[in-house]
Every structure is written in C-alpha cells, then in structure tokens.
C-alpha cells in the first residue's frame, strides 16, 4: 500500500510557473513507476509525465519541454514542475503510483491547478 499526497496546486496566471509534489508512504521508487496525471473538466485523465523504477522519464509529447518530472528518494516526493502554463493546463493533477509487477496502482487525492490571467 502506497499512500500518496499531491500539493502545490493553485491560481496561476498564463505564462507562470507551478511545482507540484507529491508525497509518498515508505519507498516506492525503487518498485514502482511514479506519474502525473491530470484531468481537465470534461475530459479523461491523461498521462502527463512519469518516471518509472529503473529512472526513465516519459512526457505527453506536447507538454515535453515545459514540464518537468523529477523525484527525491530520500524524501519520497515527486515533483512536476510546470513552466510557460498555459490557460490549457487548467486541470486536476493526480500523482500515481503503479507496480508494473503486481499491476497494484494507488492515487492520490489530487491538486487543482487553474490558469487565468
């Protein structure tokens, strides 16, 4: 069991910076693919960035460049850092954990994030 905490969601205006953390419960980095996820009123969630166990990052191509996805293993947080946010990225902001062995996957509660000028 992963117990995860999203933080740092917020007003931003268009062409601002936002870092998003997401704290988590024991160790999960060495075992589990860490991600970003967001989900826009009306829309599905998506993949935004993620990090698995052996340290490969993924971004949605569209995002890559702006968005950045690192994690702290001794303090158990993952990070999102958004620069350049656009009206578009207006969303909520799940973290995830996924165990690609046992497929267990655990979410926290979100963080929303709302561009506007």
């Known amino acids: 069991q992963v117990q995860i905490v999203e933080s740092g969601g917020g007003l931003v205006h268009p062409g601002g910076s936002l870092k998003l953390s997401c704290a988590t419960s024991?160790?999960?980095?060495?075992?589990?693919?860490m991600g970003w996820y967001r989900q826009a009123p009306g829309k599905q969630r998506e993949l935004v960035a993620r990090?698995?166990?052996?340290?490969?990052?993924y971004y949605k191509s569209s995002l890559k460049g702006r968005f950045t996805i690192s994690g702290d293993n001794v303090l158990n947080i993952v990070y999102l850092q958004m620069n350049s946010i656009e009206p578009e990225d207006t969303a909520v902001y799940y973290c995830?954990?996924?165990?690609?062995?046992?497929?267990?996957?655990?979410w926290g509660q979100g963080t929303q994030v709302t561009v506007s000028s």
């Open positions: 995830n954990a996924f165990d690609p062995i046992e497929r267990d996957s655990f």
């Open positions: 990090i698995s166990s052996g340290g490969e990052i």
């Open positions: 024991g160790s999960p980095f060495s075992r589990y693919n």
